[in-house]
Each structure stands twice: as C-alpha cells, then as structure tokens.
C-alpha cells in the first residue's frame, strides 16, 4: 500500500498519538498499515491491538481490507470493533454476572428489535403516549447517560422523553433481560472504574488501541479509554478531526479527546494535510471554512477537475436540482448514482424524493423508513420493489439473501437450497408475480397485500413456508400499514416505487443528512436547504452548537470530488442564505 510520507510517519510512530487528519486524507490507509505493522510485534505474545472504528460499516471496510494481511492465527491478535462492541466483548459480557439483573446474562437490545418496540410502546403507554411514529422510537434509542448515571441527550433536552420516561424505560428493559447500546457504555465504566481487577485484566490484554474518528467519542468512552490507559502499558493511536465533529448532541466534544491526548502526553505533530478526494476548487472552498494548518492540498486524482462550485437560490430544491444540478452531471457525463443532494434535516429530503421520483429520476431514500425495518414481508417487498422500478441482473443476488434472511426470520429454518439453480427458479417467480401486479396499475397498499398473498403461496409450493406459515407476509403488511398510518403517510397516493427506494439500487441518485455522509465520498454533491434557520438551526444558540453547525456544513463540502453545488430556498422570506455562504463568514459564493 502506497503512502505519503505524513502517513508513513503515522504508521511508524511508536509512541501515543493524535493524529490529525483532514477530509480524504487516508486515515483508513492509515489505521490498517498501523494494524499490520503492530500485529508482526504481537503475534508471539498474548496481547492484541484493539481497532475501534465508529460505525459497523467502517468495521466491515477495514476487515475486508485487513484480510489481504493476514497469516493464520492473526485473528486471536487483533479486533476490529465499534466502542459499543469493544465494551460488550471485553468488559460487560464476561462481567456481567457481577450487575444485578443481569447475573443470568442478557441480551442486546437493538432499534430493529421487535422487543424495543414491545418495551418501549409498553413503557410510552404508562406516560399516556399512543400511536407511536419513527420519531418517537427514534428518541429512545438517541437516549444516553452521564458520567452520574443521568438520562440526557437530544430526546430529552430538546425531544419528547423526561428522565422519568428513559429510567422507566431502561427498568423495563432490564427487568426483560435486556441491555441497549447506552447502558453497556455506562455499565462497561462502572465495572472497570469500581473493579481494579477487572480494569488490569482489560488494560492487560491490549498492546495497541487505535480508534478511528476520535474527534466523536463521547464522555464516558473517553473515560473508559483513559482508566485503561492509566492501567496498563496500552499505547494508542487516536485518529480523527476536530473540524469534522458533528455529535455533540450524542455526547461528543472535541475538547474530550485533546484533554485526553494530554493526559496520555500523545504526540500531536504529526498531521496528515493530503486530501485524496476532492478537486482543488473544492479543497479550495474547505479551506475558506476552516483555514487548516498545515493547508490541506489536493493530492488525487480529482485534481485535474476544475468545475467551480457553483450556488444557486430558487423557488425550490426541486426545481433547482431539476434545472441545475441534473444538466450539470449530465453536461459532465456524471452518472447520478455518483451523486448526493445531501440536507441538513431529513424531512424535507422526503417530498423532494417524491417529486424527483415524479421527475423520472430513481432515487435512494433519505433511509428513514414510515415503517418498522423487522415487519417481516418489508425488506423482501423492498427489494422485489427495487427490481420492479430498475430490473439489473445484479439485484438477483440481493434479492436472493433477502429471501434467505426472510425465510429464516419467519420460520427459524436456514434453507440453503435458496442459492441453488430451484432457490433461483423460485426468485423468478416471485418476480413475475410481482411484475404481474405491478402491471395493473395498483398502489403500493394493494400491490402489497396481494403480493403478501402471492408470495406466500409460491412459499409454500417451494417448500420454504408451511401452510400455517402462509398468513405472515398478510399480518405483516397489517403492521406496516399501522405503522405507516402512524406516521402520517398518505397511503391512498402511496407508489410501489416509494418502497423501492429502499432497495438501494446503485443507479440511484442518493438522498441523505449531512449527518449521514460522514465518511462518505462522492463524484457531485448538491447541499440544499442551506438557509439560515435550516443551518445553522433554530436551535443552535451557543457559540458551541453554531461551531458545531458550521462543522456540518464543512463536513458536507469535503464530501464532493467534483462537483459542487450549493443551493437556497426563497420561498421563505424570513431566511436568506446561510451565513456559511458569505464572505467573511463562510465559503463567500453569495
Ligand atoms: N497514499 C495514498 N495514495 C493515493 N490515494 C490514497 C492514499 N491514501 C488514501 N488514498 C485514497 O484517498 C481516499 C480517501 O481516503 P479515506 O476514505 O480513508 O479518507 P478519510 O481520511 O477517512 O476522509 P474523511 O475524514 O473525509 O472521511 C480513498 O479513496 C483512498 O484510497
């Protein structure tokens, strides 16, 4: 693997470090050669070197890339983890015996659960709160705890749940034998900050910790990480960017990992300033945000671009995506599945979706779904869905693992033969019985409740389903509908493609947060709904949150290779543009 030499130094270091690195410059190149480095010294020990990423997909990108590395045996040295998965496998699985309600064991507690939704509908319903919607379940899995054992977060501070709600909540779901994602944070710091012996046993067993976007850990992950590293000879390696912080409201704060990095008297000199991705007008535009030192340089291939970025104020995002953004890529020859319209809140992404979908343009929802993701019939719906809307012969072999996945949730049987020549056979058929469906013309509820019918009986002919089985697909699209009501959604004027989006064809063109792009890449952006009031946010006040709001913005920036485009909406007078994009005050295009 080719590296620069500010990476090169990176790798090498072997003392503590914080490394800065700014958008596109490689920290993943970097982790992983920091990773194979380590393991030449670990492998006749009985350490390890703990890799901890922020999101299961990064995990899955730096194992992939690791494997190519490895000898045998490599695996008992290293892992490659979330924080949250870090805590349950090294300190609260083998202790839990020690925490009351949880002697027995536990389970994990996850937002796709049906148990989350039982416990929390259950426990809403002793505070008087029926018909749940996404944002309500959304709020309890954005719950948190302090370092004094407190409910906060977004949810309480400025959402719906009181600390009364999250105590009762989290009661309930330990008196079920469950654990959520916050509570094995708060409980991994208690064992290890009231049991010495279990903290010398963790800090033990680790030569190396890097962690990956440091710049987002949390308070008590910051805690956790610092007991280990009082405790024993851990070095670490702390990768990440302040300017790139965007999660305060889960409890991140930058100024957490420079103290950390202090405690640990981390060197701080080494800083990676090459950006891989972006064009030079794009870096350019960064660099007007937030001036870096050292000045990021473009150093990729996007470099012999030189499309300016370009903003545009219009009577909506539609229309400006529709008259701007759309010839652009097509006068560049940019497919649109390379490109993003990324948003700074998620509601308006849905009526645009809708309106580009109108436009002809297939589209990759903002992910939100106005259903629960565990209905049964929803992900195989979504996928046959997905394949109505653009038929590639690739989307076979999704359809296929979800017809796997389906099959096994509904009836506890994992039938392989679904990979076979028949399981194909039966794909086939379930496609022509949804292409059949789809021809007459119905809605996404009739197409779904007579395709729940369809499938289930092809199902059974196959063999997957037993005839008592044959009804679940039908109770299932029951649930999605109350779900759907729930949230409001039309369903009279819902369209089979509106639940193809979720399908996630790679033609699409993408629609998300500016939150959810982080760590993502694309050849075009355009950043709409960039008004005052939408970004930086009614409810940024304090010097901290507009800092934290114009770290978003940045964030969207560097996320361009190519192709940039801002735009505002002037159908609301009150807000004019972004103060992030005039001059003095941010990029200076208006
Ligand atoms: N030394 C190098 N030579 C050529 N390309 C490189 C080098 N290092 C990294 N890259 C490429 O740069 C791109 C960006 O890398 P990566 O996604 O790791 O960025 P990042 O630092 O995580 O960015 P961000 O912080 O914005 O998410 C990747 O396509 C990667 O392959």
Known sequence: MKLTSEQQAAVRCDENLMLTACPG??????????????????????????????????????????????????????????????????????FCYLIAGYKKGFKVLTPESEEFEKIVTAVSAKFNKFNLTYRDFEEFTQLRI??????????????????????????????????????????????????PEILSYVAAKFSWILVDEFQDTTDLQVEILALIAGAGDARFLLVGDPLQSIYRFAGARPDLAVDFAKRIGAR??????????????????????????????????????????????????????????????????????????????????????????EYGVSIVGPGARPYRRNRQFAPLAEQICGYLMEPRPESIVAIERTLFNTVLDVTGRAHFDIFS??????????????QALNDSFMGA???????????????????YF??????????????????MR?????????????????????????????HNAKGREFTAVAMIDLNEGRIPSYYSRTTEDLEEQKRL?????????RILFYATDNSDRRNGPSRFLLKGTGVGVC
């Open 421 to 434: 020549y028949e399981g194909r056979a039966v794909v086939f058929r379930l496609l022509a019985q949804a």
């Open 146 to 195: 302090d370092l004094d054992g407190e409910p906060t977060g977004a949810a309480i501070e400025r959402g719906s749940l009181t600390p009364e709600i999250a105590k009762a909540y989290w009661a309930r779901a330990r008196a079920d034998g469950f654990i959520d994602f916050a509570n094995i944070i708060y409980y991994s710091l208690l064992l290890i900050r009231k049991r």
């Open 268 to 357: 701080t000199d080494i800083v990676l300033s090459g950006n891989f991705r972006s064009s030079n007008p794009i870096v350019a535009q960064a660099e007007k945000m937030f001036a870096r030192t050292p000045a990021m340089k473009a150093l990729g291939e996007a470099n012999k671009f030189t499309e300016t970025p370009h903003y545009r104020d219009g009577s909506s995002s539609f229309v400006i995506i529709r008259d701007y953004f759309l010839p652009a890529l097509a006068a560049s020859g940019i497919p649109v599945g390379e490109a993003v319209i990324l948003a700074p809140t998620w509601f308006t992404l849905f009526p645009l979706g809708r309106l580009l979908r």
């Open 25 to 94: 410059s490689g920290k993943t190149r970097v982790i992983i050669s920091k990773l194979v480095r380590i393991l030449d010294t670990v492998r006749d020990t009985a350490h390890s070197v703990a890799c901890i990423t922020y999101t299961n997909a990064a995990v899955h990108e730096i194992e992939g890339r690791v494997r190519f590395h490895m000898q045998p045996g490599d695996d008992r040295h290293y892992d490659i983890c979330t924080i949250h998965s870090f805590c349950l496998n090294h300190i609260f699985r083998p």
């Open 445 to 463: 509820i009739e197409w779904l409740e007579s395709s729940a019918a369809a499938f289930s009986k092809v199902l059974v002919d196959a063999g």
């Open 486 to 514: 729930n949230n409001r959604v039309d369903l009279a004027n819902l369209a089979i493609d509106d639940l193809g989006i979720y399908a996630n064809p790679d033609a699409a063109l993408k629609l998300s947060t500016l």
């Open 466 to 483: 037993s005839t008592a089985e044959q009804g679940i697909f039908a109770m299932s699209v029951e649930e999605m509908k109350t779900d």
């Open 553 to 561: 913005f940045y964030v969207g920036i560097t996320r361009a290779k």
